[in-house]
């Protein structure tokens, strides 16, 4: 194998490829990029078991072959040569790289080794607009579980209907967003790991093109360009979000978002290490009341609001509501509550399509 192309070029190709480079495991391989030369162009393939992303880049191919090289490793060395000309090579030293008048080399596996990653799916097909679908990702993804003690929990709910529905919780919040299908073979539900999504959202440019999600058993595959991310699903009973979002209320809040955000962003200050992280909003008389107390000091701040219904104090993780807030995108936003322990829904004040569910947490001061 041999080839020539621009440092930089292939420092963003294996930058992408790398993020389904396994970080720890018993089997190298998984921690490898497959490098494809093949006659006009270069093909980078990376797989963790769970997430594979093929990436394509064009480049002057003299030899065409294949090898497995260390993923992080490579993308490190190539990202400090992005401001030359290099020629890769595979020799008895291993995958040689040369620039000016200098040369490196780096051990590899035989390509043969590397698993197959299966670029047939397709099933079923949903189609969106690139930026639609990037932008619904954003509104769920940081709501999902980190930890393994529910792995389902882990991914979001992609319920495919009239529209498509987004679901995720991670047990103390849930987020539900909408977003159009342009077209779609039929209704279907999959569940798709929130690692998955992330990479999807990178791949992906905030505009109108149309973008193809297709499944298939328990794979999913998007393809945008030169880029192709492949992800295993996640397999279960997913919790049934009727169950958990209340329909009536007995405490309406309508405030502007930018004051509520910088209010509970400066409450958050002096509670920060706490355990809890508690700030509190006071809901009543036309406005919302925002503090926090610690042995650093405390918060009070009152912003002017529409309120409606019982007068409230209720206390929550003040990281929950700020991430919720960020996520929603009019100027106003309305908070509705039923008491000061039940969950209470945040969303935009005239645009329904998203929401945030948020379980308060009783304060003890």
Known sequence: MKFVCSGLTLSEAVNKASKACAVRTTTPIYECIKIEAGSEEVTLLATDGELSIRKTFKAEVFEEGAVCVPGKLFSDFIGKLT??????KTSERGLEICYLDSGSAIQTLPAEEFPEIDLTIGENSFVMKSGALKKIISETTFCCAQDDSRPILKGCLFDFKDKLEVTALDGYR????????????????????????????????????????????????????????????YQGDFIK??????????????????SLLASVERAAILIRGDKNNLVTLEIGGGCVRVY??????????????????KDLTVSMNAKFLSDALRALGEERITASFNGPVSPFIVE??????????????????
């Open 348 to 365: 935009n004040a005239a645009e329904k399509d998203s929401l945030y569910l948020i379980l308060p947490v009783r304060n003890a001061q």
């Open 241 to 258: 979000k009727e169950s958990v979002i209340p329909t009536s209320f007995s405490t309406k809040l309508t405030v502007d978002k930018a």
């Open 292 to 309: 926090s107390n610690s042995e650093n000091g405390n918060v009070a701040e009152t912003l002017l609001a529409e309120t409606e219904g």
């Open 174 to 233: 849930l987020a539900l967003a909408t977003a159009e299908v342009i077209a779609k073979t039929g209704e279907k539900q999959l569940i798709c790991p929130a690692r998955t999504l992330s990479e999807i959202a990178r791949m992906l440019e905030e505009d109108e093109s149309e973008v193809t999600l297709y499944s298939q058993g328990g794979m999913m595959m998007v393809s945008s360009g030169d880029m192709t991310i492949v992800s295993r699903l």
């Open 83 to 88: 401001d030359l000309d290099l020629t890769l």
